[in-house]
């Protein structure tokens, strides 16, 4: 490692309490991978398939399950690194093009729902969209206008991968945000998920990443919706 190289980490470690804290466990190894993608768009289906078969072979797909051994013990019990493939807002191109590249590779990817997307009218979806900043990249790519899942589908997708909560309608969430507004993203949010899946939901994501410690106020609406896990850019943090 070169001494600027070094400089500038250590000078990152510094200022960065959280920057820190990752460091130690990837130092220790203790860490499993996440990868993130949003539109899945058919024209990168070749490359999905390369990205996927390549996780495939080098990585083990990773359960909630998983994660429960995982933070109970501090041993991840299997031989090849674990790797989490998020794939985030609940997009239909999701459904119709990395799912069955997932299947075939028998790749456990997770899928994180802002809840209330996939009630979306048809005709209002793409406004819907833009009004939340859901980003559909090609909006010609669905002529029908139907640029969410429906609920069928992430049904199917939730027999064999792992649903999470990504809010309620795409929402972030501050300090000083409304009681009733963190109620509905939070709890209503993973209610909804719940009932149209008849399974439990027991991660949320914030948007734009903050950890659980940023805002105690939430704190108790994740409680009360009975959340598990809590996926931030740094972290998977277990908290019940």
């Given amino acids: 490692m070169s001494s600027l190289f070094t400089a500038d980490l250590l000078g990152t470690l510094q200022k960065d309490p959280r920057a820190l804290e990752m460091f130690r466990y990837l130092s220790q190894g203790a860490s499993i991978r996440v990868i993130n993608y949003h539109n899945t768009e058919p024209r990168d289906i070749p490359r999905f398939e390369r990205?996927?078969?390549?996780?495939a072979e080098h990585f083990q797909p990773v359960t909630v399950r998983d994660l429960d051994e995982?933070?109970?013990?501090?041993?991840?019990?299997?031989?090849r690194p674990g790797l989490i493939p998020a794939f985030f807002e609940g997009f239909r191109n999701h459904y119709d093009v990395v799912?069955?590249?997932?299947?075939k590779y028998h790749f456990t990817g997770w899928f994180y729902i802002p809840s209330f997307f996939l009630d979306v009218p048809v005709p209002e979806q793409l406004e819907f969209s833009k009004a939340h900043e859901l980003d559909v990249?090609?909006?010609s790519a669905y002529p029908d206008g139907r640029f969410a899942m429906n609920w069928d589908e992430l049904r199917e997708i939730s027999h064999s991968h792992e649903v999470c909560c990504h809010s309620g309608t795409h929402f972030q969430i501050f300090c000083d945000t409304p009681d009733e507004d963190m109620h509905?993203?939070?709890?209503l949010a993973k209610r909804r998920l719940q009932e149209q899946?008849?399974?439990?939901v027991d991660v949320f994501c914030w948007l734009y990443g903050e950890e659980y410690g940023y805002n105690t106020r939430a704190h108790k609406y994740l409680e009360e919706a009975g959340?598990?896990?809590?996926?931030?850019?740094?972290k998977m943090e277990k908290i019940r």
């Fill in 51 to 55: 990205e996927i078969s390549y996780y």
């Fill in 70 to 79: 995982f933070f109970a013990t501090g041993r991840w019990p299997y031989e």
């Fill in 99 to 103: 799912f069955p590249i997932l299947e």
């Fill in 137 to 139: 990249i090609d909006e």
């Fill in 184 to 187: 509905r993203e939070i709890v």
């Fill in 197 to 200: 899946l008849d399974k439990t």
């Fill in 227 to 234: 959340y598990r896990y809590v996926l931030s850019n740094l």
